[in-house]
């Protein structure tokens, strides 16, 4: 996916940053925070990886209102040396990368209206804080996404974002892991997502792979509805390792002359930790 040239708002900072401006949200917007966290949180216990609920402890999460990020950067800083600060929306994918290289994870600060309740495509103030705070509290999962960012920037040099954005998608967004032989969740999209927050586990429709850099290097994705194949992780230093301690580089290349694989794809050299009905696309493929 080319990025198409954006533009910086007016009012945004060099760095694409906005001030929060946490007293001017409404008791609406607050009710709706609380709404979406408390539906979350009684669902996600033993399904979610249990560094996630730390989190959110840890960082006093747990308190009604949208967080101000002030105050969570703060105790975030402490733990990690991460950051937490507002955009405006999608901020260019250079930008994107530096701000995660130096411990920044920009979020917006807009909450979903009342009819967005259980899906919306851009994300919210709730996916990018509810979804992804938790684990930067996690020393392993903090230095996986600085990686992350130094690892885009590179990516950018070589021409290769395509393929690295795939590794955040799988892992970062929908990522699960194997936790004492079950399957948790991980990934900011699905946690944040009531309805993935099932599906992503217990259906048998989609995929469930495990974790190779190589083929979900070359692995299409579906950014508009719940994913096909899901990439699972034996553990977040492993994840670590696998990326901090390859290069790149050489991989980019080799994927130049590899096709793409759809995202329902299977190969005989995956390790099928579940095979995907995939009766759930079929429901959607009728005319
Ligand atoms: N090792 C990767 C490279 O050589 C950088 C990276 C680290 C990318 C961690 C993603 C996650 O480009
Ligand atoms: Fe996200």
Not at 42 to 64: I, S
Not at 90 to 105: I, K, Q
Request: aromatic content about 12%.
């Amino acid at each position: 996916m080319e990025q198409k040239i954006l533009e910086r708002p007016a009012g945004a900072a060099e760095d694409w940053t906005i001030p929060q401006d946490w007293t001017s949200y409404t008791a609406d917007e607050h009710a709706m925070w609380d709404h979406l966290f408390d539906r979350q949180a009684a669902m996600l216990p033993g399904r979610v990886v249990p560094e996630f609920m730390d989190g959110l402890d840890v960082l006093r999460m747990t308190k009604p209102g949208i967080p101000d990020f002030e105050e969570l950067s703060e105790r975030l800083y402490k733990l990690t040396g991460w950051q937490v600060v507002a955009v405006p929306g999608l901020v260019p994918d250079r930008l994107f990368f530096e701000h995660l290289a130096n411990r920044r994870f920009v979020a917006g600060r807009f909450i979903r209206r009342p009819d967005q309740i259980d899906y919306l495509q851009e994300p919210d103030i709730f996916h990018d804080v509810f979804g992804h705070v938790p684990l930067l509290a996690n020393p392993v999962f903090a230095d996986y996404m600085q990686a992350y960012g130094e690892g885009g920037l590179r990516a950018d040099g070589l021409g290769a974002i395509d393929n690295l954005a795939r590794l955040y998608w799988y892992t970062v967004e929908f990522g699960l892991i194997r936790q004492g032989g079950d399957l948790k969740l991980y990934g900011a999209g699905i946690v944040s997502s009531y309805g993935e927050s099932v599906f992503a586990l217990d259906d048998p429709s989609p995929n469930r792979i495990g974790f190779d850099l190589r083929r979900l290097m070359r692995t299409r994705y579906k950014i508009d509805d719940y994913q096909q194949s899901y990439f699972v992780i034996d553990s977040f230093e492993d994840l670590l390792r696998q990326t901090v301690e390859n290069d790149f580089a050489p991989l980019y290349r080799e994927l130049e002359s590899q096709s793409d694989l759809a995202p329902a794809d299977l190969l005989d050299s995956d390790t099928v930790i579940h095979q995907g009905t995939q009766a759930y696309n079929r429901t959607k493929e009728l005319p």
